[in-house]
């Protein structure tokens, strides 16, 4: 298992931290282990490092594109 924590800028409400974790629970081995809506940063749980690709990727599809930290 990989920790991995981002910055979503365009997470503004509740229902932004709906979608990310309804995306992540749709991408094989991804998980969403924590949600700041004030610091507008998530905490993934990845089974494996490149399984941040497919979530990335999915996020920014749907208008919630992550910044490394």
Not at 8 to 32: F, L, N, Q
Not at 36 to 47: C, H, P, R
Not at 48 to 56: F, I, M
Request: aromatic residues 4%; contains cysteine.
């Amino acid at each position: 298992m990989v920790e991995k924590k981002v910055k979503i800028p365009s997470m503004t409400c509740s229902h932004c931290v709906m979608h990310i974790k309804d995306e992540a629970a749709r991408t094989k081995g991804a998980e969403v282990k924590a949600i700041d809506l004030e610091t507008k940063e998530v905490t993934f749980i990845l089974a494996k490092q490149e399984d941040w690709t497919a979530v990335s990727k999915n996020l920014e599809e749907i208008g919630y594109p992550a910044e490394e930290i």
